[in-house]
């Protein structure tokens, strides 16, 4: 069985890193993308709310944005039962971070 991933934010460090990693490693798959100005070879959405939706087969999700305005992303893929990738540092502030963990 393989871990299918839907990766949010398309930029430079997703296509240089997450992408070669995710198709090196055996066992995962990259299922969907979210991403409000860039497209990839699997279904891309503009945003993770639209993706969480519309790919309820989604394992886990991996957050390849900026960390000001990932708490809402990283709280909507953790509320919607998924599990949850972050990049360093995993939030903005140490609030949201332990708001993440709890």
Do not use: W
């Not at 990839?40 to 989604?58: G, K, N, R």
């Not at 394992?59 to 992303?73: H, K, M, S, V, Y």
Request: hydrophobic residues 40%.
């Amino acid at each position: 069985m393989s871990l299918r991933i839907g990766l949010v934010g398309l930029g430079t460090i997703a296509r240089a890193q997450h992408f070669p990693a995710i198709a090196a490693t055996q066992g995962t798959d990259l299922c969907a993308v979210a991403s409000r100005n860039a497209t990839a070879e699997v279904p891309t959405y503009t945003d993770i709310h639209t993706m969480l939706a519309s790919e309820p087969d989604l394992d886990a999700i991996t957050l390849c944005t900026p960390p000001q305005g990932r708490f809402e992303q990283a709280m909507a893929a953790l509320k919607s039962g998924r599990h949850l990738m972050l990049e360093k540092p995993p939030g903005a502030t140490l609030s949201e971070i332990d708001a993440l963990r709890r």
